[in-house]
């Protein structure tokens, strides 16, 4: 949301951006990139990574105040909270996995091409990360929108502390599962592109028909079911709402339902930058790199700006932690609201789980 805002993977671009520079190296009979210099390994890459650790790190720090936010929040039902948390600590694991590739590469710039490599199945590791971290939000945005649907169709009392557990306890297994393929050898391989950007190798994979039938489940289970289900889902809730009589918390009820897709909204936007740089890669291989490493790190800033955006509650959480516990008059009496005009407030009390 957030995320979904986020994606068809924030790391799509990443592995058709690999697909398709492997592809072009092997019709041109190039010679392998980790073994030849180019602009890459220069200090202009390395100041865009820089830039790029700084606005991960930077997002990773607007999420994790939004987490603490969220977690305050008591007007919002704890099912819808969870859910909203665990997709943005999935930001943070992903976040970290960006993190750990740009500043990577700065690292490799700065010594030179005469130290010690590391090893190529580093770079595996991180991309496993970012693969988790961006199949999980997808997971979680879906499992928002049908916890919405539950709320709506049985009360905000349908999902249990159990069942949310066991529930969370799958949206990070599932998506693990899914990414596994990530490292095992011959079947995806990673390089370090000029000897410093970390990016996919189809030119080593030996098990090409394995690898495109462990991608194809990534596309299918990672990323079409979970956006289908993100967008399907929150319509279905509206429609029930416009037809039949529901008389507790209504306006509350389509302001989430419309919350998730606002979600679902800004994880379109994402999947287009992803694929964007996958294209343009196979025509400029240098900017190509640098859009897949941008949009790497600009990806995790929408979902905590919607929810901070949207979310009243949240809003004044953040307040009261940037001022240090300082209320103003209108915040001692806190309302469950969204921030989108017309809404109608609901007391604190009738929200709560």
């Not at 967008?231 to 509350?252: G, H, S």
């Amino acid at each position: 949301m957030t995320e979904s805002i986020d994606v068809l993977f924030p790391t799509a671009g990443i592995f058709i951006s690999g697909w398709l520079w492997s592809y072009r190296a092997r019709m041109h009979n190039a010679t392998s990139p980790q073994e030849s210099e180019g602009s890459m390994n220069s200090p202009s890459f390395m100041a865009y990574c820089t830039l790029m650790t700084v606005v991960t790190l930077a997002a990773s720090a607007v999420i994790g105040i939004t987490v603490v936010a969220l977690g305050r929040a008591q007007s919002i039902p704890r099912p819808l909270r969870l859910f909203l948390i665990n997709l943005l600590v999935a930001g943070l694991f992903m976040g970290l996995g960006v993190v750990f590739i740009v500043g990577t590469s700065v690292v490799l710039v700065a010594v030179g091409p005469e130290h010690l490599r590391p090893p190529q199945y580093l770079c595996r590791v991180y991309m496993w990360m970012i693969s988790v971290g961006a199949v999980a939000r997808l997971w979680n945005l879906a499992a928002f929108a049908l916890s919405i649907l539950a709320i709506v169709r049985f009360g905000k009392r349908s999902i249990s502390w159990c069942r949310a557990a066991v529930i969370l306890t799958i949206l990070w297994i599932g998506p693990s599962a899914i990414c596994l393929y990530v490292l095992i050898p011959h079947v995806f391989e990673a390089h370090f592109v000029h000897g410093v950007a970390c990016f996919p190798n189809d030119n080593s994979t030996l098990f090409i028909q394995a690898r495109h039938t462990f991608f194809a489940n990534w596309c299918l289970f990672g990323g079409l079911v979970p956006m289908t289900v993100s967008i399907a889902v929150p319509i279905i809730c509206l429609c029930y709402i416009k037809k039949n009589t529901v008389t507790e918390d209504t306006q509350y009820r389509k302001a989430m339902a419309k919350f998730s897709l606002f979600l679902v909204l800004g994880g379109a936007i994402n999947i287009a930058g992803q694929i964007l740089p996958g294209a343009i890669k196979y025509y400029a291989e240098d900017p190509g790199m640098y859009l897949t490493y941008g949009f790497a790190a600009f990806s995790l800033l929408p979902t905590p700006i919607i929810v901070i955006a949207y979310l009243k509650p949240v809003q004044e959480q953040l307040k009261k932690i940037v001022t240090c516990g300082k209320w103003t008059k209108e915040a001692k009496d806190p309302k469950w609201t969204t921030s989108t005009p017309g809404s109608v407030e609901t007391d604190v009390k009738s929200e709560k789980v």
